[in-house]
């Protein structure tokens, strides 16, 4: 390893080669500007990255001929740029980001790393993203990392030694802050009738947003709850001080939480740091259906842009505008699907754009992309009630979501239905 500036770190990147990019809160944002800034010098970059937090200097577009990314899953920062053209987007399971790396199905020339300094033996810590990074760095033929004096020790499968770092800059920048935000009356309902589905002892996947965080809140007279995800934020700190976390029944990783990346606030990474509670794994692990339906309360909780009256779930597009990814949905919905006990739920507001859109439609917008079939699919949620999918034929299925849409489009939705033929 050896020790340089920020640019001189990222000099050796050519016009042409391909770059991965740390994600999440662990943005290496340090290299990305000092790459950025050799823009006038660089045609034609290849930028691959799952969600990335900051500006995405990289994605502006004046940076269109200097830089092309390959978005793995997107974030707000990525979207005009996708949907522009000037970015691509490659629809991919989480838990398949690790082997497009390891079988050279895209290959890399550098990667980009956010990391703790090296502790005595010459280890550094990952931090808050583990998700496929290690994979990438497998494959890259250059390491380039900012020794981050600011980022948390993570425990788990988070380390990369010295020996494995051609070039390192040292930093003092914390990973990027992402508090929860408020959560409204419909959410707080949604999260009522989503922890009300939860058991006792069950290991849950919660995401981000205010729908997990309203089920936190929900779930605080729970007991022994694990948890098994591809991230979780602040929510669950609550829960792990409140004592309703505490992973004791969990069949694996027992007493851990077991995640691939964080996002949240400084709380949060307080809590992360070098605590054993918390285990780091990479997303060919957390998002494995294998590892998944080993729990046997599995209860998978996601969120859904749009859902038809079959059962067909849209999660990363509005209509044909890409908004976010395929990401883990269906490698938790099918491994909690199979779990001895387990439970997969598609939890959403009913209504879009102040009640004047129904995100229960008879059919889905053009363009559109299903991300969860509807033989996938089990449970759907929203602030009106449960609709239980599993086994239903189509007419049970419209007439179970109807009954949980909200009551001004209910009408319309079933007159739909019936010129469909499922009522």
């Keep these: 390893m050896r020790i340089v500036s920020a ?64 978005a793995l899953f997107m974030g707000p920062n990525a979207r005009a740029a996708v949907n522009e053209g000037r970015a ?7 838990s398949d980001v690790p082997h497009l790396f390891d079988r050279g ?59 494995d770092i051609d070039l390192a800059v ?33 290991t849950l996947q919660l995401g981000i947003g205010a729908i997990p965080a309203a089920t936190a809140l929900a779930l605080v007279d729970k007991h022994d709850l694990g948890i098994h995800t591809e991230m979780f934020t602040d929510p669950v700190v609550d829960l ?15 007493g851990k939480i077991v995640t691939a990346f964080l996002m949240g606030s400084e709380r949060l990474y307080r809590f992360v740091d070098d605590n054993p509670m918390v285990e780091m794994r990479s997303v060919d692990f957390t998002n494995d259906t294998h590892v998944i339906r080993s729990f046997s309360k599995m209860t998978a909780i996601n969120s859904a842009i749009e859902v038809d009256l079959t059962g067909q ?73 449960v609709a239980e999918l599993f086994g239903r034929s189509l007419r049970e299925r419209a007439a179970a979501l109807i009954a949980i849409a909200h009551p001004d489009h209910r009408d319309r939705l079933a007159s739909e239905a019936r010129r469909l033929g499922i009522s």
């Design 88 to 94: 691509d987007y490659v629809p991919v399971f989480l």
């Design 313 to 385: 779930v849209v999660a990363d597009s509005i209509g044909s505008r890409i908004y976010s990814g395929v990401g883990g949905q269906m490698d938790f919905v099918r491994g909690a699907a199979l779990a001895p006990e387990g439970r997969a739920i598609i939890a959403m507001p009913s209504t879009a754009a102040g009640d004047s859109i129904s995100r229960i439609s008879a059919t889905l917008a053009p363009g559109a992309g299903v991300v969860t079939t509807r033989a996938h699919v089990r449970t759907i949620v929203t602030e009106w009630g």
């Design 240 to 254: 792990v001080e409140a004592g309703v976390i505490t992973g004791a029944r969990k069949e694996r990783n027992r």
């Design 105 to 163: 199905v895209l290959p890399l020339d550098a990667v980009l790393v956010n990391a703790t300094p090296p502790d005595a033996h010459g280890f550094c810590s990952l931090g808050v993203s583990v998700e496929a990074i290690h994979a990438a760095i497998r494959a890259a033929s250059t390491v380039i990392v900012q020794l981050n004096r600011a980022m948390p020790r993570t425990l788990g499968e988070s380390f990369i030694h010295v020996d």
């Design 7 to 70: 640019a001189e770190a990222v000099a050796g990147i050519q016009s042409g080669q391909q770059v991965y990019v740390q994600c999440a809160s662990a943005t290496p944002s340090v290299l990305l500007d000092a790459l950025v800034a050799r823009a006038p010098e660089l045609r034609d970059v290849g930028m691959i990255h799952l969600h990335i937090e900051g500006p995405g200097p990289h994605m502006a577009p004046e940076m269109a001929p200097h830089f092309r990314v390959r």
């Design 170 to 202: 040292e930093v003092d920048v914390p990973p990027y802050a992402h508090p929860v935000g408020s959560i409204s009356d419909v959410e707080r309902r949604i999260g009522e009738y989503v922890a009300d589905l939860v058991p006792d002892g069950a």
